[in-house]
């Protein structure tokens, strides 16, 4: 379509492996060199591996062309055969003749030997080419072996050419090929081109289209050109066919570097042209989602419980007892204080009961049963209701500074009679004395008495 508008003969960039356009890069000179010396010598297995589209098949046509006249040549393109199905392909392309029933392995091996033996009696070398030769088959590969076994006692009567991509030089480094594997002799591999013969490369394929040195490219162009291929000759061969047919339907004279990107941007579309799959609002509402289960499954596991749980310290019953009960007693004392002083005698007789139930002791309050905690600190329920009078509250107050200063931890170097070593000290100063005790004694009275 776009030949005669730029003046080609033929479309320069076709991806057929065509031998008059390889590009004769260093790499692919070696290539085509390796592959020359191990079939004019006496090798075996000639290896020859490169990445997709970097030229191999390329470099395979252009060997057929340049090997010499007395060399017979077996291709074989499709590699997915079984051992009975690949001899009988390479004695087709042998043309040897097959007779009766050759549907046997014997028959075919036998058939190929004595093939072999004749060729070689007029001086004639035979070859085969297996391309794509990673997909062959284990007991395949044995097989190809066991035909280099047909020799002489002088020469290989038989070279093998295996072509393929680099996983082919895994496979013939497992164990079970190591007998394969040392007879390699030429082996080589295909690397992408560098920029510099990425420009050349074009330039080269221009010219054998029209035999004239045409630059249909910018120099910009050409460097995205050899960014985005990775100077891999498929990759090329396609964007630049791409290119150029976006030049003619734009009508510009040359391919600009707003055109190449535009075509990289159609032919590489998930490397270049496609917006990333996480700019979507689709991806991104479903990443919202998945990310709001994920925090719904963390707050609701055990462990995130026990990581934010924060369990209050169990509290002494006694200790929220206590202030409870006096707080109430004081509200009652503040609502009926005139009430309670004329109803309610000043003094009352003593109750020993009371004396006998409340001892005091210095031991810590921990240590004491609960019964006699309650005993001594709060006041029996039913009295709880009565009206205080002040001189009783006074006591009570008096009672529960002694009792505090009763139960702190006894030191051991507070003088005690018998006791070396400690010092006599002044009692405390709030003390219970007689006349508190009888005025604890008399607010303990029951109303029955």
């Known amino acids: 379509m776009y030949t005669r508008y730029f003046g080609l003969e033929e479309k320069p960039f076709a991806i057929s492996p065509n031998p008059r356009y390889l590009f004769m ?12 010396y191990g079939i004019n010598s006496d090798g075996c297995f000639i290896l020859l591996t490169g990445d997709v589209g970097t030229g191999k098949t390329t470099v395979c046509r252009c060997l057929l062309t340049q090997l010499p006249e007395h060399t017979d040549v077996a291709i074989i393109l499709n590699p997915k055969l079984t051992a009975s199905e690949l001899l009988r392909t390479i004695c087709e392309e042998l043309g040897i003749l097959l007779e009766g029933d050759a549907g046997s392995m014997k028959t075919y091996v036998d ?8 060729a070689y009696a007029k001086g004639r070398t035979t070859a085969i080419i297996i391309d794509e030769a990673q997909n062959l088959d284990m007991d395949v590969l044995e097989q190809l072996r066991l035909l280099t076994n047909l020799e002489t006692n002088t020469q290989k009567l038989l070279q093998i050419v295996l072509i393929g991509q680099p996983e082919l030089r895994d496979i013939l480094e497992r164990p079970e090929l190591s007998q394969l594997n040392q007879r390699v002799t030429s082996r080589y591999h295909l690397t992408p081109l560098s920029p510099e013969e990425v420009h050349s490369y074009i330039l080269h394929r221009l010219s054998v289209a029209d035999g004239k040195n045409k630059r249909l490219f910018s120099p910009k162009a050409i460097k995205y050109i050899a960014r985005i291929t990775g100077g891999i000759p498929r990759r090329i061969n396609v964007l630049c066919d791409r290119a150029l047919l976006g030049a003619y339907a734009e009508n510009e004279d040359h391919v600009s570097y707003d055109i190449i990107r535009k075509a990289g941007s159609e032919v590489f579309s998930q490397q270049t042209g496609q917006r990333s799959v996480f700019r979507e609002p689709a991806t991104i509402a479903g990443l919202m989602v998945v990310f709001c289960l994920l925090l719904t499954m963390l707050y609701f596991s055990p462990f995130f419980k026990e990581l934010i749980a924060v369990e209050p310290q169990p509290a002494n019953v006694e200790e929220i007892e206590e202030p409870a009960k006096a707080t109430a007693s004081a509200a009652e004392t503040e609502e009926k ?15 020993p009961a009371v004396i006998q139930t409340a001892p ?57 009679p018998g006791l070396p070593n400690s010092v006599q000290v002044s009692p405390p100063k709030h003390f219970p004395t007689l006349e508190h005790s009888s005025i604890i004694q008399n607010s303990r009275q029951p109303d029955n008495q």
Request: cysteine-free; proline content about 10%; overall charge negative.
């Open 25 to 36: 890069s260093e790499l692919h000179r070696e290539a085509l060199a390796h592959l020359l």
């Open 360 to 416: 005091l002791s210095n031991s810590p309050p921990d240590e004491q049963p609960n019964e006699q905690i309650d005993a001594q600190v709060t006041p029996d329920r039913q009295q709880a209701a009565k009206p205080v009078q002040p001189a009783e509250q006074e006591a009570q107050q008096g009672v529960l500074i002694a009792r505090a200063e009763i139960y702190a931890p006894v030191d051991t170097d507070v003088y005690q």
């Open 337 to 351: 204080p005139a009430q309670a002083a004329d109803t309610e005698p000043a003094n009352q007789a003593v109750n």
């Open 111 to 118: 058939v190929l030997n004595r093939h072999l033996l004749t």
